[in-house]
Every structure is written in structure tokens, then in C-alpha cells.
């Protein structure tokens, strides 16, 4: 153990002040450290302990804690399918637009928005690398 380290004196309960307990919660609700990163930091051992200071002394609300569930559907599988078709060919009509509004702008413009692929570039890119 190198001397410029301090060894970790155990810590009860009753050492630690409300300003503390306080300084520390703001710290953690201010998002300037998770609790973890607080009892590391503070050399607080009580696992929860960091826990109990935020539900008692911070300024967020943990009487309703947030439960995350997937909604549950209430479609049919025939409805979900006639459902999915329908958004496909809407997707279908849309990219037809704006691929005719390309067509469009190249022949106008004399512009070249695609990009053209030639395969015997990729073949010979595939050759290089090998």
C-alpha cells in the first residue's frame, strides 16, 4: 500500500450530518454522479443507504415508481397483416414519387442524384482487397 493513499476508515450511521445527506442528494439528482458513484466516492458501505437519503430528503417523487411494459396490442393477426400491407404500399407509392421527382430534376437540371453503381468496380475493389 503506497503511503499518498489513505486507508478507508469504516463508517456508522450516525457520522454523517443532514448537510451531507443533502449535499450528496443534490449532487446525485443533479446528475453529477450516480448513487453508486457516491458510495465509492463518500465511502458510504450501506448499500442502500444512498437510497433511503434520496427518497427522504431528495425533491423527486418515489410514492409512484414508473412500471415500463409494452402496450399490448389489441389487433388480429388478419388485422395486424391487412394493417402492415397497407403501410407497405404506401411506402411503395412514396418511394415511386420520389424517385419520378429524381427522374424529373436529372432530366431538368442535368443533374445526377443517383449514384451509379458499376458491378466491375466492386469486383475489382473485392480483387484489391484480397
Do not use: C
Not at 450511521?13 to 439528482?29: C, H, M, P, T, W
Not at 453529477?32 to 434520496?54: D, N
Not at 409494452?70 to 424517385?99: C, W
Amino acid at each position: 500500500m503506497n503511503h499518498s493513499e489513505k486507508p478507508r476508515k469504516k463508517r456508522s450511521q450516525r457520522d454523517y450530518n443532514l448537510g451531507f445527506k443533502l449535499a450528496v442528494v443534490s449532487q446525485i439528482e443533479k446528475g453529477e454522479m450516480t448513487y453508486k458513484q457516491a458510495q465509492k466516492a463518500y465511502g458510504i458501505q450501506g448499500r442502500s443507504t444512498v437510497l433511503v437519503w434520496l427518497r427522504k430528503h431528495g425533491t423527486l417523487d418515489w410514492t409512484n415508481p414508473i412500471k415500463y411494459q409494452m402496450p399490448k396490442s389489441k389487433e388480429t393477426p388478419a388485422q395486424k397483416i391487412k394493417r402492415l400491407e397497407r403501410e407497405l404500399s404506401d411506402e411503395k407509392l412514396k418511394n415511386q414519387v420520389l424517385n419520378t421527382m429524381i427522374d424529373i430534376s436529372d432530366q431538368q437540371y442535368g443533374t445526377s442524384i443517383r449514384k451509379k453503381y458499376s458491378p466491375k468496380q466492386s469486383d475489382e475493389s473485392n480483387s484489391n482487397k484480397a
